[in-house]
């Protein structure tokens, strides 16, 4: 079935530094991929989506010069954090729709679990 | 914008049932449902593509009311594995969006 690989799974920065999440398609094209945040016990909401070779669009209250997103290929998106803080630590999650496989649905990478110290 | 769900919340013992409601304010294009346990990524369930459509495997059952921007969950016989917080994720109409519900946290006791 349609893969999303998401890397690293968990990471420990400190305040102040970048952090870059990526998330790869394995064996299908990703043309849009969606990029979610999960605090302790809430829902996933949406950050961005993201569509290859274009600018991604992010969802209000999300400041984009902060969460950089990239989707240089219909393979790989990454989500950089910029200049991280202790209240971006959070579990972030990036998905792509698959199409034709399955009855269709939304693949998800395996999250990305950021603390900032 | 978020699809509400109810309840919030259920403690079930194993073999009852329980019903899980998705509401948008939102016209939807199709709905889904996944399962998440804690921290683990979600994992999908069945996808619901038209208004009315039913769907079900194993234990589990899905209903869309399209009219009603609505879906509901089915969990019967439930079993230990149940437990985790469930998502619908909605296709809404009209934009290119997948939003997920505000999830229903589901715990089944032995």
């Known amino acids: 079935g349609a893969v999303v690989s998401q890397h690293p799974s968990r990471v420990i920065c400190k305040s102040g530094t970048s952090v870059k999440i990526e998330c790869r398609s394995l064996?299908?094209?990703?043309?849009?991929m969606f990029w979610y945040r999960q605090f302790p016990k809430k829902s996933l909401m949406l950050m961005a989506t993201s569509n290859e070779g274009s600018k991604a669009t992010y969802e209000q209250g999300v400041e984009k010069d902060k969460f950089l997103i990239n989707h240089a290929s219909l393979t790989l998106s990454t989500l950089t954090v910029t200049s991280a803080h202790p209240e971006d630590s959070s579990f972030y999650i990036c998905?792509?729709?698959?199409?034709?496989?399955?009855?269709?649905?939304?693949?998800f990478g395996s999250g990305t679990r950021l603390t900032v110290v | 914008q978020q699809p509400v769900q109810s309840p919030q919340a259920v403690i079930l013992r194993e073999g009852e049932d329980a019903v899980i409601n998705c509401s948008s304010s939102k016209a939807l294009y199709s709905v889904h449902w996944y399962r998440q346990k804690h921290g683990e990524a979600p994992v999908f369930l069945m996808i619901l593509l038209k208004g009315g459509e039913q769907k079900g495997h194993d234990k589990i059952s899905a209903s869309f009311n399209e009219k009603k921007q609505q879906s509901s969950l089915y969990l019967t016989a439930s079993q230990l594995s149940y437990s985790g917080t469930y998502f619908c994720g909605t296709e809404q109409a009209g934009t290119y969006k997948y939003i997920f519900g505000t999830g229903t946290r589901l715990k089944v006791l032995a």
């Open positions: 998905s792509a729709r698959v199409s034709g496989t399955g009855g269709g649905g939304y693949t």
């Open positions: 064996d299908f094209q990703a043309t849009t």
